[in-house]
């Protein structure tokens, strides 16, 4: 379970509540939130937009990844569609699934279905910056059925000009048999992929994260700043219906 800070609670324990209010009172306060919102909305629209126009920068399109079937190319990555998008999962040799990095975790296991990707003709793919066998392992252990690939042949390449071994969510896109990079981003903008965070904050208590600018008395995930709250009891928090399932964490290889 993830322990809370209660320090701030009441004398119950219980976290602080919200004021209570009317439904119009509560309406009237919503309303003038809802203007906000939409601001929000329609700058996101225009950064959307100003990314779009962004140039592109030429990628080496034989550049080598490692897959199921042993050695492919970047350009492969694609199944023949013309996007790929790619998250560079920064991944920790030697350790068991626990010592995987928990940020990681967190937003793969949210990409699952990825047909409505695939209708608009955009590919999406996981880049582990371990070795493949391991990795795999990794995604085995998760239940992941994303498209795995190893990307340490070649991420120094990929990841040119970045901190290789950071997670980065990169955008691709093909004409013909060239590759071109469109976007990149990382620490934050790889929000993107989640929509627990996304949900958390259209609640009362948000993320419940040390960081967040909350009332006095709302409760707080406890954890080291690194974890970010995305661990209990020392590991990933969805690794533990998988150690439930009877699923072994150890990544060692099998001969």
Not at 187 to 197: K, N
Not at 208 to 229: F, K, N
Request: aromatic letters at 10%; hydrophobic letters at 35%.
């Amino acid at each position: 379970m993830t322990a809370y800070d209660s320090s701030a609670a009441g004398p119950d324990g219980a976290p602080t509540l919200p004021p209570v209010a009317d439904r119009a009172a509560f309406q009237a306060e919503l309303d003038k939130l809802r203007v906000r919102e939409k601001v929000h909305t329609r700058e996101g629209d225009a950064i959307a937009a100003a990314r779009r126009r962004l140039p592109m920068v030429e990628v080496a399109a034989d550049l080598e990844l490692t897959g199921p079937d042993g050695p492919i190319t970047l350009l492969d990555a694609f199944e023949g569609r013309r996007q790929l998008i790619a998250y560079y999962f920064m991944w920790h040799d030697g350790h068991d699934a626990a010592g995987q990095c928990e940020g990681c975790t967190w937003v793969t296991t949210q990409v699952q279905e990825l047909s409505y990707l695939h209708s608009r003709d955009i590919t999406y793919a996981v880049f582990c910056q371990g070795s493949y066998e391991e990795s795999r392992r990794y995604r085995d252990f998760m239940g992941w059925e994303v498209p795995w690939y190893s990307a340490l042949p070649s991420h120094d390449e990929l990841l040119v000009g970045r901190h290789v071994g950071m997670f980065h969510l990169v955008c691709y896109l093909r004409d013909g048999d060239r590759v071109y990079e469109t976007y990149w981003t990382t620490l934050r903008g790889v929000e993107a992929m989640d929509y627990s965070y996304a949900l958390m904050d259209l609640t009362v208590y948000g993320r419940q994260e040390l960081w967040e600018d909350s009332p006095s008395g709302w409760p707080r995930v406890q954890g080291t700043p690194a974890d970010h709250g995305l661990r209990s009891n020392g590991r990933p928090i969805p690794q533990w219906s998988r150690i439930e399932a009877g699923r072994s964490d150890d990544l060692t290889p099998r001969p």
